[in-house]
């Protein structure tokens, strides 16, 4: 069973889901434009992952297991029962993970040409 959370700002409980701050239209941009700017802009989308509220956004998530989270839940009167688990994984962020490899393969291609090219 997937890990429950509580959103502080809204209230809404359930999983959480994962999200990627930046913009893949400008790593793309950057990948195809500009090669070194490309490789840093991606790693730093990468290591940029954090849980936000699937309802509202919010990155201010707390445990359900844990005593602030237990008592948010009887401050906002959620039972157990009522609380629903949403999938981690959105489809816009498997959309990206395709691009990103699709770039990748492109990196490797230039990189092989490049070196190729000196023999």
């Known amino acids: 069973m997937s890990q429950k959370y509580i959103c502080s ?22 990948w195809l434009c500009f090669l070194v700017p490309g490789i840093i802009y991606s790693v730093w989308r990468s290591s940029s992952r954090h849980k936000v509220c699937p309802s509202c956004k919010s990155t201010s998530l707390v445990s359900t297991d844990s005593p602030v ?4 839940m ?21 959309g990206e993970k395709l691009v990103r490899g699709f770039l ?13 090219s000196f023999f």
Do not use: N
């Open 74 to 94: 009887k401050d906002y009167e959620i039972s157990g029962e009522e609380t629903t688990i949403t999938s981690s994984k959105t489809p816009r962020s498997m």
């Open 9 to 30: 700002q809204c209230g809404h409980v359930s999983g959480s889901q994962t999200a990627i701050k930046g913009s893949l239209g400008v790593e793309i941009i950057l």
């Open 69 to 72: 989270g237990k008592k948010m």
């Open 104 to 116: 990748y393969v492109i990196l490797g291609i230039v990189i092989i040409g490049i070196i190729t």
